[in-house]
């Protein structure tokens, strides 16, 4: 996993976990209620895909250059808000309620992440103490009604445990997976697949999963709310190493959505945007056996759409242009392009490195 050579492991891994964001937005454009067997699928997606791709951001993220590297995600983040905007206001039966101190839907991730890299000094100089902050904080946001949906601030506090434990722990917690045996792998993954599906068939409310509301809006007890984020988290880390211990270490084709997967996370939005109507007839007109089908086969192949280079290029191209172009940048950062340059890798790489 080092910043020299790729991981094909890791690549795999952020490949099924971008291939469960498109599914699931798929599922739920279709399912908006999360009702039935779909609403259930949706639950178990929803349980482990951002906690795991924060928790490999996390792994993948380093203090030098933070500011520099937090200025590139807003930059990405400006870019593609009036996009998603222009096709919300387009395409009939969807209103995701845009606001200015609001990320659009997917973005809030850009937002989050910028503001967890512009911490992460104090992330490598006080490395336990920020994990139990980070727990603490992930958890007991809920209590406070002032950290709601405006500026992501629910999301960056509930999900923030993930990354700093990945900043910290990651990489040992995955080599410690690697080294079980095949039996110690099926129980993990069985532990993790039963607590998942328990919670599932609690039919918790999107808001559990989005990570977007306090305890009161939930309507529960701050006793109860705790408990129930406690759970949610155990389940996400349970989900995390079961995926790492089922995943082979070997570079394969399915490796490259993984290479690639901030361009497919970025762009799939717009034919879920699209296709959000058709997708919600289809499910009223013929169940969610048919319509999940289709689902399948518009993952595959939104995943196959954009997982080639030039989308990725594209992003990291815009995010070079605007960046150069901020005089806040660190001084350091300057260099650093010219030596990335020097040897041929892309300068917003590693800003980008976390997501693809």
Same mark, same amino acid.
């Given at each position: 996993? &080092?910043?020299?050579?790729?991981?094909?492991? +890791?690549? $795999?891994?952020?490949?099924?976990?971008?291939?469960?964001?498109?599914?699931?937005?798929? *599922?739920?454009?279709?399912?908006?209620?999360?009702?039935?067997?779909?609403?259930? $699928?949706?639950? =178990?997606?929803?349980?482990?895909?951002?906690?795991?791709?924060?928790?490999?951001?996390?792994?993948?993220?380093?203090?030098?250059?933070?500011?520099?590297? !937090?200025?590139?995600?807003?930059?990405?983040?400006?870019?593609?808000?009036?996009?998603?905007?222009?096709?919300?206001?387009?395409?009939?039966?969807?209103?995701?309620?845009?606001?200015?101190?609001?990320?659009?839907?997917?973005?809030?991730?850009?937002?989050?992440?910028?503001?967890?890299?512009?911490?992460?000094?104090? /992330?490598?100089?006080?490395?336990?103490? +920020?994990?139990?902050?980070? /727990?603490? =904080?992930?958890?007991?946001?809920? #209590?406070?009604?002032?950290?709601?949906?405006?500026?992501? +601030? &629910?999301?960056? !506090?509930?999900?923030?445990?993930?990354?700093?434990?990945?900043?910290?722990?990651?990489?040992?917690?995955?080599?410690?997976?690697?080294?079980?045996?095949?039996?110690?792998?099926?129980?993990?993954?069985?532990?993790?697949?039963?607590?998942?599906?328990?919670?599932?068939h609690r039919e918790l409310t999107t808001e559990w999963f989005y990570g977007t509301d306090g305890f009161s809006d939930l309507h529960i007890s701050p006793l109860a709310g705790l408990a129930q984020r406690t759970s949610l988290d155990v389940a996400a880390f349970l989900g995390i190493l079961a995926i790492w211990a089922v995943l082979p270490?070997?570079?394969?084709?399915?490796?490259?959505?993984?290479?690639?997967?901030?361009?497919?996370?970025?762009?799939?939005?717009?034919?879920?945007?699209?296709?959000?109507?058709?997708?919600?007839?289809?499910?009223?007109?013929?169940?969610?056996?048919?319509?999940?089908?289709?689902?399948?086969? #518009?993952?595959?192949? *939104?995943?196959?759409?954009?997982?080639?280079?030039?989308?990725?290029?594209?992003?990291?191209?815009?995010?070079?242009?605007?960046?150069?172009?901020?005089?806040?940048?660190?001084?350091?950062?300057? !260099?650093?392009?010219?030596?990335?340059?020097?040897?041929?890798?892309?300068?917003? !790489?590693?800003?980008?490195?976390?997501?693809?």
């Amino acid at each position: 996993m &080092s910043p020299t050579r790729r991981d094909p492991k +890791l690549d $795999l891994a952020k490949a099924a976990l971008i291939t469960l964001v498109v599914m699931g937005h798929y *599922t739920e454009a279709a399912n908006p209620d999360w009702k039935g067997d779909l609403g259930s $699928l949706l639950r =178990v997606i929803y349980m482990v895909h951002m906690p795991a791709f924060v928790f490999l951001s996390g792994i993948t993220s380093r203090a030098r250059g933070s500011l520099g590297k !937090a200025i590139q995600w807003l930059t990405v983040l400006a870019v593609a808000t009036p996009i998603y905007w222009g096709l919300d206001a387009l395409v009939p039966r969807v209103d995701r309620g845009m606001d200015w101190d609001r990320p659009y839907w997917i973005l809030w991730f850009l937002l989050a992440l910028a503001a967890w890299q512009a911490l992460m000094p104090l /992330v490598e100089r006080f490395p336990r103490t +920020l994990v139990v902050v980070s /727990v603490v =904080v992930g958890i007991g946001s809920g #209590l406070i009604d002032a950290v709601g949906r405006d500026f992501s +601030l &629910s999301r960056a !506090a509930v999900f923030w445990p993930f990354f700093v434990i990945g900043a910290v722990y990651g990489k040992r917690l995955l080599a410690a997976v690697d080294r079980l045996e095949i039996l110690p792998r099926i129980g993990l993954a069985l532990a993790a697949a039963g607590l998942a599906l328990t919670l599932a068939h609690r039919e918790l409310t999107t808001e559990w999963f989005y990570g977007t509301d306090g305890f009161s809006d939930l309507h529960i007890s701050p006793l109860a709310g705790l408990a129930q984020r406690t759970s949610l988290d155990v389940a996400a880390f349970l989900g995390i190493l079961a995926i790492w211990a089922v995943l082979p270490r070997r570079e394969t084709v399915l490796t490259t959505p993984g290479r690639h997967s901030l361009a497919i996370y970025l762009f799939h939005g717009i034919p879920v945007t699209l296709l959000t109507g058709p997708l919600r007839d289809l499910l009223d007109a013929q169940g969610p056996k048919v319509t999940f089908a289709l689902i399948v086969l #518009l993952t595959a192949a *939104t995943v196959a759409v954009f997982s080639p280079g030039p989308w990725d290029r594209a992003i990291r191209w815009v995010g070079r242009l605007i960046a150069s172009h901020l005089p806040v940048l660190p001084a350091g950062s300057t !260099a650093r392009r010219r030596d990335d340059k020097g040897r041929g890798r892309s300068p917003h !790489a590693s800003a980008a490195s976390a997501a693809s």
